[in-house]
């Protein structure tokens, strides 16, 4: 797989740059803004994920000898515009929401400033990255908020691209899940990983009895048993049989789920296994785990529903030219007129507005001019919810790697406590929070 | 990003070879099959796509320096297992369906044999690459169905994480678009691209006029002008006033499509540009693209829908313990028991049935005794579905690259013909063909 993400590209990123280059606006200095016009999946509260890969794949976005042999001899572009990609480098600035901050329609969400030609060829890359995390961690929050105290783990790779799933697992723990399944996420980025057997092990040995035998073995008495391939009663009881009733724990993968645990509670209760705990993993998404806050289960295991977002896999975000200087160098802004994907001009700032801790709005001050843009001062009560990312093309290394995931989830955990309790439910309704708009001009 | 595949895996997958390794069955032969036990979204049928890339991505299933220190310093697996892992090499077989092959529940997909370590282990690679690519591809079929001989492109980049995207635009090329908008796409899987203009490109200019004619200076009048920045009948006008009447086409990207397409058509022809096309991408879906057939639309740009399954992001597909062999060296078939989870134990051989040229079922031979497997001999009027794709470690070169992209394409085109009328309705219904077990034993 190529290291170079700048192929990672619409064709008509180039295409524009290519007759921009030629007609001289390539030069232009330009405010494009990556935000949502709603939240996915028609919830309260989006989760901002994908800021510190972003940056991370920013590096790689590099026109090396390989992409431009392409773009040459597929005749996508001019010399001229060869020569240009071939000394690309973003030496812009974009400042934007932290990681693992809450958002709302219409929240300035990144603002990347450059000119035309070095901030409209990071649209797709922006959009690719930030789509798909946010909308993993936008699901994952509610799963969170669900699952309460109890352990949570992320375990769908299989049913997300290979790749997807290592953003997915690292995008869930983000919004507060403790661990993922995936060896990549835990070697790239530092997050705890979890499991012990499938199906397949107990297949593979030529009793259940052998199997469990094995990995306690293996793994100790601590281990986690998966006690549902053939009949899960019998299965609980051989259990505690091989393991003794200090057995860590039994995994329930399938039926329904708290007419099981309780079942199986009350026989490892029965057997004297009082402190095995039961792990449940069959299908589950926020409202499963809700239905189960009653049920005596100790850890919830997500696959499919987290890493597809459950029910909403991208999260919509469109990255937009909202402001340029025209040919005498005065700033302009733009915006889209078409009814139904209308959007604001105008560089923007943005604040939380709280009272007593909880937010109340998501306000946002939009200016023509850019020296006049609101400063937290003039709004005491509110939190300024955009950091600097990268100036002048260098990025702000506390957002990267382990450390930026770390400090994201912490980030996050700490701002999802100012939501109202109206955004907590977990039925469809409009945002928690109104997105209120002030002109500063 | 670490060229390795081999921590693509969920922590199971290495506990389980841990533990085998331990016991003495991590030699044991066995049989894995990857298979779904639904159709992606109530679909009539399914496409399998993601095996070419499954082939590449083999080969890059090595553990390295980097792998194995992760693995050690995290305590995941002992030094036995890590002496194993460092001399992974896949050797064993891998028969299954052709990339772009329909597909319908309990079609075995992949067969995989080899011993317990090296077949296990494989699991969650192979799950993410033929769940996503597949569930990409079947919405792309039904989408390219609707679309009829109009012209359709993928142009969903954003809307999926960025290496999956490239992946759906393969996947949707495959099942029958025409080009993406997907340089990497483009350069690693030799896909056509295409793309012209963003709104932004207006936005930069003075005037929208400033920037119809910058582009067509750039790209010829044969370009495609997109013309609902502001006023769309302004826009068409200003199009021909700019271009001439021989403009190459326009492009919608809102408004009510049916509605929008009708006026700009009679708005071109009114104005003399009875050869300038009209290319639609606002949000469509298979649904959407079959509300346009009536309605003067040249060709289909198609974002979100596609790349993410329409609905059904996963295919679900399952990679399960077929069979072993005990400490015997006997053969003996495998499944888990539960009531829904169940799965059909024994190593299989697959045909579809035709009369007349048309399908009419999915014929599965199950054999326990592996020397008795069916042969299409015996089935004189069924197309045999498994090809061999890997034999002893070695990848057969038909399947991989841009060659066999292009193969897969016209296979799927091919046996798309094979299809019952019914198979073609894009309501939700049961799958258009019965699957036939035969027990060969």
């Known amino acids: 797989m190529p290291e170079s993400t700048a192929l990672l590209t619409d064709r008509y990123e180039l295409t524009m740059l290519d007759a921009a280059l ?20 028609a919830r309260r509260f989006g989760v901002v994920a994908g800021t510190g890969r972003l940056l991370r794949e920013l590096r790689e976005f590099r026109f090396g000898e390989d ?9 996508i572009v001019s010399a001229e515009t060869l020569t240009f990609l071939e000394g690309y480098r973003f030496s812009g600035s974009i400042t934007g929401y932290r990681e693992g901050e809450l ?16 901030a409209v060829v990071l649209e797709t890359l922006a959009l690719s990255i930030m789509n798909h995390d946010s909308a993993v961690a936008s699901a994952a929050a509610r799963m969170s908020i669900a699952a309460g105290d109890r352990p ?6 299989r049913r997300a691209a290979e790749r997807s799933a290592v953003a997915a697992a690292r995008a869930a723990y983000i919004s507060g899940f403790g661990a993922t399944s995936n060896l990549e996420a ?16 107990t297949l593979l040995h030529d009793t259940e009895e052998a199997a469990f035998r094995s990995q306690i073995d293996a793994l100790g008495i601590d281990t986690t048993l998966l006690i549902d391939t053939y009949d899960i009663s019998e299965g609980v009881a051989l259990a505690v049989h091989v393991a003794g009733t200090g057995l860590g724990g039994v995994r329930i993968d399938s039926g329904d789920l708290p007419t099981v645990a309780a079942h199986v509670r009350a026989q490892l209760d029965e057997l004297g296994a009082t402190g095995t705990k039961i792990t449940v993993t069959s299908d589950l998404d926020e409202f499963a785990i809700a239905a189960l806050a009653a049920s005596p289960v100790d850890a919830y295991g997500v696959g499919t529903s987290v890493v597809t977002g459950s029910g909403a896999p991208t999260a919509g975000m469109v990255y937009k030219l909202v402001a340029r200087q025209d040919s005498s160098g005065a700033w302009v802004s733009v915006a889209k007129a078409s009814a139904d994907k209308a959007s604001t001009g105008g560089r923007k700032a943005a604040f939380r507005t709280l009272e007593r801790g909880k937010a109340t709005s998501e306000l946002i001050i939009v200016s023509d001019g850019f020296e006049q843009v609101a400063t937290a001062a003039e709004y ?17 290394a506390a957002f990267e790697g382990a450390a930026g995931v770390v400090a994201a989830r912490e980030h ?15 039925s469809r309704s409009d945002p928690a929070l109104p997105t209120v708009y002030v002109d500063a001009n």
Chains 1, 2 share one sequence.
């Open 186 to 201: 835990g070697r790239t980025w530092g997050i705890p990983t979890m499991g012990t057997a499938a199906h397949a092990w």
């Open 152 to 157: 949570l783990a992320e375990m769908g790779s």
């Open 412 to 426: 996050h955990l700490r701002v999802r406590e100012e939501l109202p309790v109206r955004a907590l439910a977990l």
């Open 22 to 41: 030629r007609d001289g606006t390539a030069q232009r200095p330009c405010v494009f803004e990556l935000f949502g016009r709603r939240l996915p999946g």
């Open 103 to 118: 958002y709302f329609p219409g929240s300035p969400i990144l603002t990347v400033e450059g000119t035309f030609a070095e």
């Open 380 to 396: 005491p009560d509110a939190r300024p919810l955009h950091v600097t990312l990268v100036e002048q093309g260098e990025t702000g």
């Open 67 to 75: 992409e431009l042999r392409y773009l040459r001899d597929e005749r």
